[in-house]
């Protein structure tokens, strides 16, 4: 960073999906998800109806994933940690600057952090997200609600954003090193295969437009490339499914079947996730690990997400000062990186 203006109240808000804090908290979370438009893309009373009965269906069966880390998400911890770091990498530069943490479907949402920001009353706003990969169903709605905010609260100062960041150096560095060392590891049990799991999304939001799936490959290309093993054996695989319209595949599942026919360790990286959550401490660390042992997998170990490693948390302080006085969405290359048919890329104007 090149330093913060002494006279710059700098705010940067860091997002993510959120999580339910307690038992009780389950079901309006998962009507919150289900309920937003750029989820589920169906007419007001429709969305409304279906989100009443899905987060009423399965809520019993969420609680029972959140019992076992604890009776609720470990999202916001996560986040918070994430926060108070890039809040010191910040600060080290001198200046006022507040990073604040904002979740989309649980608390704390957009009318409580606009209020937050307008009893600071920066002089810059940085909106920074934890997805590293651009999808109009994570960032895009999150950055939606934050604008509808402030202008409900009349937010003086302006928006800076970032879009994504999916081939951040500091980003991939400490991927390719964690699977390194995994890779290692595993070949105690065989030439392992590497398993890069993103969260899903259905066919039908990439054919709209959305630049997720295009973007989830640049990363794990990225990391492919810098890990520079020959012959290394991966691929891109999608997990959490929620609907039972047409997703992206091929599935987590399917590919753990697929090592367990062949005999060879996996090696489970999720690519498209910074923190640790439900996803990735139940989902991939105790379901996909049984079904590794039912299919014959050798060896199954999974990477862990960056959280907070320092290279990661001085890329995202990095990003920020690379914003300063930008008032558009960018990549972190400074300019459009999607190929021109994703047109839900918030860079296509």
């Keep these: ?40 893309p169906l007419p007001t009373p429709l969305r409304w109806l279906f989100a ?59 009318r409580e952090v606009v209020a937050q920001l307008k009893d600071y009353n920066p002089t810059r706003i940085v909106l920074l997200p934890l997805y590293p990969q651009f999808s109009i169903t994570t960032t895009g709605t999150s950055l939606i609600a934050l604008e509808r905010e402030a202008k409900r609260q ?54 709209n437009g959305d630049p997720y799936e295009w973007q989830v490959a640049q990363s794990t290309k990225a990391v492919v490339d810098t890990l520079d093993i020959a012959g290394l054996d991966w691929t891109i695989c999608y997990q959490s ?15 753990i079947r697929r090592a367990g026919k062949d005999k060879v360790p996996i090696i489970i990286v999720p690519i498209s996730f910074v923190s640790e959550h439900v996803e990735t401490l139940v989902e991939l660390d105790e379901t996909m690990r049984v079904l590794a042992v039912e299919s014959g997998v050798p060896h199954f170990s999974r990477l862990a997400a960056v959280r907070t490693d320092p290279q990661f948390i001085r890329a995202l302080a990095g990003l920020t000062d690379f914003l300063r006085g930008k008032h558009t969405p960018c990549s972190a290359a400074g300019k459009r990186i999607c190929p021109a048919q994703f047109g839900n890329c918030p860079h296509a104007a």
């Excluded at 998400?73 to 770091?85: C, D, F, I, K, N």
């Design 241 to 255: 499914r929620v609907t039972p319209v047409p997703w992206l595949g091929p599935p987590v599942e399917a590919e």
């Design 52 to 110: 009443t009965a899905i987060s009423t269906l399965r809520a019993s069966k969420s609680r029972g994933y959140y019992n076992r880390i604890g009776g609720k998400s470990v999202l916001l911890p996560e986040t918070e940690a994430q926060a108070r770091a890039l809040e010191a990498a910040v600060k080290s530069e001198a200046g006022d600057a507040r990073v604040f943490v904002f979740m989309r479907y649980w608390h704390p949402m957009a």
């Design 1 to 40: 960073m090149s330093g913060i203006r002494s006279e710059e109240r700098l705010a940067i808000v860091v997002f993510n999906l959120g999580g339910p804090d307690g038992p009780k908290a389950v079901r309006p979370f998962l009507f919150n998800l289900f309920n937003d438009p750029y989820i589920i």
């Design 154 to 207: 009349q937010l003086a100062t302006p928006f800076e954003t970032l879009c994504c960041f999916p081939t951040a150096d500091g980003l991939i560095a400490p991927i390719a090193e964690k699977l390194r060392a995994a890779y290692e590891e595993s070949r105690r049990f065989g030439t392992p295969r590497v398993l890069f799991s993103a969260h899903g999304l259905p066919e039908k939001t990439i054919a």
